[in-house]
């Protein structure tokens, strides 16, 4: 079993629609990382969390540490926002991210 | 914004052939990692340093694979020789970490290495 496991794989949605990415960990973690990753591009850091909720325009991030989960939202949904998010932990102790296998979203016109 | 450069960002090389990818951090970064992206594996991590010291390259082949940072401004991944099964996305990435505080990671763009 990943010690980061992430839902769901594959997500398609059409424009406006709100989109939630879920993650799991298995870990004790000092901070967890959203990322996203547009085709064929780099990695961009979305948000790194370690308690409660970030907001950034339309997406938003929730980590609950007890029932270690996070979540990624994404409001009114738009072609662009067509990537791959994914969810990645920082073990305590250490800088080293363990990455999920990344959850693929199209977001159709 | 600032930004980390790797060079260069397309690289196709014949199998036996040395190959070296380069990453400039973040300035005032103290914290470098390599990375490995493949459809199969996903995100690896192969080597990171801190303040130029090497701190952990477990996950990368010895035999053939070295990393480096020559100075603050720079940090070398060197493949010598290269196999077609090295053919990835290389990934650098920076971030500024002291004590139990962490600034976050800034990823970047990666060097695409095709090896045939």
């Known amino acids: 079993k990943n010690e980061v496991e992430q839902s769901p794989q594959n997500l398609t949605a059409q424009e406006g629609e709100f989109i939630t990415i879920n993650c799991s960990y298995s870990v004790g973690i000092s901070a967890l990382h959203w990322l996203q990753q547009h085709p064929g591009g780099g990695i961009v850091s979305l948000f790194m969390l370690s308690s409660g909720k970030k907001k950034h325009g339309r997406l938003i991030a929730t980590i609950n540490i007890q029932e270690k989960h996070s979540s990624l939202h994404i409001t009114a949904s738009h072609p662009r926002d067509s990537a791959v998010y994914i969810c990645a932990v920082r073990s305590y102790n250490t800088d080293k991210l363990i990455f999920g296998t990344g959850t693929r979203l199209q977001v159709f016109p | 914004d600032a930004r980390v450069t790797q060079t260069p960002r397309h690289k196709v090389t014949e199998m036996g052939q040395e190959v070296t990818m380069r990453c400039q951090p973040i300035l005032g970064h103290n914290t470098v990692f390599w990375y490995r992206q493949t459809m199969m594996q996903g995100l690896e991590l192969l080597a990171y340093f801190r303040n130029r010291a090497p701190l952990d390259d477990s996950g990368m082949p010895k035999d053939r694979f070295s990393a480096e940072m020559p100075d603050a401004t720079l940090a070398t991944l060197k493949i010598q020789p290269s196999e077609p099964r090295d053919s990835a996305v290389y990934f650098c990435?920076?971030?500024?970490?002291?004590?139990?505080?962490?600034?976050?990671?800034?990823f970047g763009s990666g060097t695409r290495l095709t090896v045939v």
């Open positions: 990435a920076s971030g500024l970490v002291g004590g139990i505080t962490n600034y976050g990671y800034t």
